[in-house]
T-cell receptor
């Protein structure tokens, strides 16, 4: 059974500092891995999707890396802003036979202080 | 383009009462998911539909939970009877299909409180 751990559980940084969010997973036979953002009381917004064959994916200030063999992914957010305050969740997807089933970590709650 | 729509957004009921949640996925999305999210945790999959067929319901507590997607578009998740431990956020998501490139898009969720 896939288990996903996100460290740290919470993070508070001053505006402008770079953020590094870590995700580890126990089963490396994954289809892809997604990073999501969740604002309080709202659903999840997909930030990045990395295919199992890719090493990284970038979107604006966000960069996600994937090391499938070691079961790790890292989300980097450059030059953080107060609007980046949210909970960030990673979710590796089970292999094709599992139909792209996502297993979520518990999330990292981020607070960016002005 | 409209995203995933869920209703109601909030529901408060007493234990042993029935409750139903509705989800309308993004137009053209064949795959629909229902997730349960407890406070401070990540979502957990309850059931996945490919069109109108439930292809993965292994995590759905079938003694009290049921779901349907009769025409392969919108879906309903029901709990009967509800228990105190069912208090959580119920999220619906959809994707074009189940390929590795298919991003899942989530609705805002229904927050259920069982008293």
């Amino acid at each position: 059974k896939q288990e996903v751990t996100q460290i740290p559980a919470a993070l508070s940084v001053p505006e402008g500092e770079n953020l590094v969010l870590n995700c580890s997973f126990t089963d490396s036979a994954i289809y892809n891995l997604q990073w999501f953002r969740q604002d309080p009381g709202k659903g999840l917004t997909s930030l990045l999707l990395i295919q199992s064959s890719q090493r990284e994916q970038t979107s604006g200030r966000l960069n996600a890396s994937l090391d499938k063999s070691s079961g790790r992914s890292t989300l980097y957010i450059a030059a953080s802003q107060p609007g980046d305050s949210a909970t960030y969740l990673c979710a590796p997807a089970g292999f094709k036979a599992a139909g792209n089933k996502l297993t979520f970590g518990g999330g990292t709650r981020v607070l960016v202080k002005p | 383009e409209a995203g995933v729509v869920q209703s109601p957004r909030y529901k408060i009921i007493e234990k042993k009462q029935p409750v139903a949640f509705w989800c309308n996925p993004i137009s053209g999305h064949n795959t629909l998911y229902w997730y349960l999210q407890n406070l401070g945790q990540g979502p957990e999959l309850l059931i996945r539909y490919e069109n109108e067929e439930a292809v993965d319901d292994s995590q759905l507590p079938k003694d009290r939970f049921s779901a349907e997607r009769l025409k392969g578009v919108d879906s309903t998740l029901k709990i009967q009877p509800a228990e105190l431990g069912d208090s959580a956020v119920y999220l619906c998501a959809s994707s074009l299909g189940s390929q590795s490139t298919d991003t899942q898009y989530f609705g805002p969720g229904t927050r259920l409180t069982v008293l």
